[in-house]
């Protein structure tokens, strides 16, 4: 079976149809910037080019960068345009894409979902997060396996500062910080998540994951394991699908 999926990220908009079985993509995906600012309608018009691109007339299950409830309605926007806030957006994209079903969720428990059934999370019990690095901090809490919907920890304060303001690839970006100074951020952010929650896993989502060699070495003193996510920068993508099947 297949359905479509869409992660809307800070910088792209990416999306392909998914094949569920598998839990990968079944065709090589299609993205677009991100448009600046990224409203209701210029995000909805470039999930709309994605959908697009493949002729999609079935369900499609669509990523978000904030908390989403029930499957629609956008409670925060930080890294997009505020007027995402209490946009009802299985409306908008459902009416965007002529009509076609639309589930909508937090893309890092999209990513999440994906990561547990088919990844790195396959068959683990106990307390697992997932945690994307990209424009923002994104998490997934998983309790034997089930999700605990938009926990938001990318917001816990770290430095006096917002989490992800500081330890984001964005921020390594942004503060051009080397791989042992970003390191040692994600470190220390790392231990504050592991002093609340005591995890027995963090998997590590994001662009970044592709790159886990240049950092996760260099990670100590955490008694969790840390380890990679396995479907990457896909995760988000599968995780959205995997939800419109759901609830189609
Ligand atoms: C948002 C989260 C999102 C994360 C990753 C954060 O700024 O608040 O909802 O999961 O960025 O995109």
């Keep these: 079976m297949q359905i479509f ?3 809307i990220g800070g910088s792209g908009i990416k ?3 998914v094949d569920l ?3 990968d993509l079944a065709e090589e995906r299609y993205k677009v910037l991100t448009p600046h600012p990224a409203t209701p309608d210029a995000v909805a018009d470039g999930v709309k080019e994605v959908v697009g691109h493949f002729g999609w007339t079935g369900p ?3 990523t978000f960068p904030g908390v989403v409830t029930g499957g629609s309605t956008i409670r925060t926007a930080a890294n997009v345009d505020k007027d995402w806030i209490d ?3 299985r409306a908008l994209l459902g009416e965007r894409l002529g009509g076609l079903p639309v589930t909508v969720l937090n893309d890092a428990d999209a990513a999440g979902v994906a990561e547990m059934q088919f990844g790195a999370g396959k068959g683990r019990k106990g307390t697992v997060f997932l945690l994307t690095f990209g424009t923002g901090i994104g998490s997934a809490l998983f309790v034997d396996g089930t999700l605990v919907p938009n926990t ?11 989490a992800e303001k500081h330890a984001s690839t964005k921020a390594k970006e942004d503060h051009d910080l080397s791989w042992e100074h970003w390191a040692h951020r994600v470190q220390k952010y790392l231990a504050h998540v592991e002093m609340l929650f005591s995890p027995e896993l963090f998997i590590i989502g994001g662009g970044v ?6 950092f996760l070495p260099l990670i100590e ?3 969790a394991e840390i380890v990679p996510a396995q479907l990457q920068n896909n995760a988000g993508i599968v995780g959205a699908a995997m939800q419109a099947a759901q609830t189609a």
Excluded: M, Y
Excluded at 152 to 162: A, C, F, K, R, S
Excluded at 209 to 214: I, W
């Design 5 to 7: 999926g869409v992660d």
């Design 60 to 62: 499609v299950g669509i």
């Design 21 to 23: 079985d598998k839990g």
């Design 221 to 223: 003193g955490v008694k």
């Design 209 to 214: 994951s592709r790159k886990a060699q240049k």
């Design 87 to 89: 946009t009802d957006a």
């Design 15 to 17: 999306g392909a149809p």
């Design 152 to 162: 938001e920890l990318g917001h816990l304060e770290l430095n006096g500062h917002d």
